[in-house]
């Protein structure tokens, strides 16, 4: 099983090592007589594209990352790159994220080719690296949109981020991915004055200075507002828009689970989560820093959230520094490949609804927005295992996914690819 195969093949980011993934991939492929190439900013690295050439119509993407998240093997029932198959389940690190879909993109793929399907515009496979980590310098899609920007261009893309079934007052509901809020990361050095750790009295100790703003940014509401995914959520869950302030326990009224999945996408979010200071015992410090990660919403922008957090923060002694920020882009809901999900959804359960919602994370579908301006949706359907034991999984222990989705997966990317390009 390729899915196997790539579980197998350890590209724990960093290092990374995706062309080990990338070089399974091309075999795979060659053996349907697709030819792929590698793109790699250095060559253990490397980015694959492959692709089925159409017409002159749209074209559309298979994009996925081939690069995962660490996996500490004590914390594990199993080896984290065994691959093992076990009662109908994968196991291994990436089985989630996203190995499983990366696996079903390639076999959609090669199954169109070897069935000589000629599509109205080009269809594409990309399997990209270093979407884990992806900071300058960076070796997956950023990069391959700059140094090659003809190599993954595309109308369309279909990613992760998506593709959750729930029952929401008891019809099933499929959440896609159609925007992601922005990461837009912040430091706050908070100041003092150094001194012997002994005699506190006569220094200013940072550390203990900082702890009211982290209190007062941990503890912040930022004001709500329903963007247009939201909106749209609303309308397929519950036939209409709620008022703001009832949003929420609308919201629980289908699902308790649902309120704390959809708070997120109704303001910005600010999450202290790491702590510097002195790195000496008996030392108190004369500087401290705060990381904070901010969550903003699509379209939103660091000028609109800095009043709110420096009123939260009030006076004192401290200086913010913003870091680079990333993603906050979105798609459009009333596009032909919206159309062709819709058609899947309806056909694979009918009465079943097509939701869109924002990604609180990051993905890949951003470079893809702004280097092409492409419609991308994040969408890969899962109905065998619980949504709740999947969103446990992913980054963490004994992750695995269920061989019944990857045929579901399969049959998913097939569909669309010719919904969307078909004759």
Not at 31 to 46: D, M
Not at 99 to 107: E, F, G, N, R, T
Request: hydrophobic share 45%.
């Amino acid at each position: 099983m390729l899915c196997q195969a790539l579980l197998r093949a350890n590209t724990v980011n960093p290092p990374g090592n995706e062309t080990l993934a990338a070089e399974i991939l091309r075999g795979y492929l060659a053996r349907s007589g697709v030819e792929a190439e590698l793109y790699a900013r250095v060559p253990e690295r490397a980015n694959l594209v492959a692709r089925i050439k159409g017409g002159d119509g749209p074209s559309l993407a298979f994009l996925c990352h081939t690069d995962t998240v660490l996996a500490d093997p004590e914390e594990w029932d199993r080896d984290p790159w065994s691959g093992d198959l076990v009662d109908g389940e994968v196991w291994g690190r990436g089985a989630l994220d996203m190995k499983d879909q990366v696996a079903a993109a390639a076999v959609a793929f090669a199954s169109l080719a070897r069935e000589g399907f000629e599509p109205a515009g080009d269809l594409l496979f990309v399997a990209v690296a270093d979407e884990e980590v992806g900071e300058d310098p960076a070796y997956g899609l950023v990069w391959l949109v700059d140094a090659y920007p003809d190599a993954a261009r595309c109308d369309f893309a279909i990613n992760e981020g998506g593709g959750e079934r729930l029952v929401l007052g008891g019809r099933p509901v499929y959440l896609c991915a159609t925007a992601e809020k922005m990461t837009a990361p912040f430091k706050l050095r908070v100041h003092g004055r150094s001194g012997h750790a002994s005699m506190p009295g006569i220094a200013d100790n940072a550390l203990v200075n900082a702890a009211r703003y982290v209190e007062a940014l941990g503890t912040l509401q930022p004001p709500r507002e329903l963007i247009p995914e939201a909106r749209a959520f609303f309308e397929a869950v519950l036939g209409g828009v709620p008022a703001l302030e009832d949003a929420l326990v609308r919201a629980g009224e289908l699902d308790p689970m649902l309120p704390p999945l959809l708070e997120p996408l109704l303001s910005c979010t600010l999450s202290p989560t790491m702590i510097d200071a002195s790195h000496q015992r008996n030392v108190i410090p004369a500087l401290c820093e705060v990381d904070v990660d901010c969550r903003l919403l699509p379209g939103a922008t660091r000028g609109d959230v800095e009043p709110l957090i420096r009123a939260a923060l009030g006076d004192g002694d401290y200086e913010l520094e913003f870091l680079p920020a990333t993603g906050g882009t979105r798609s459009a809901l009333d596009t032909p490949l919206w159309t062709a999900l819709e058609k899947f959804v309806g056909e694979l359960e009918p009465g079943a609804r097509l939701a869109p919602m924002a990604c609180v994370g990051f993905t890949d579908s951003h470079y893809l927005r702004e280097a092409y301006g492409a419609v991308a949706y994040g969408f890969f359907p899962m109905r065998a295992m619980d949504v709740l034991e999947t969103s446990k999984l992913i980054h963490s222990a004994n992750e695995r996914v269920a061989v019944d989705d990857l045929e579901l997966g399969v049959d998913f990317l097939r569909s669309v690819a010719r919904s969307l390009l078909g004759p």
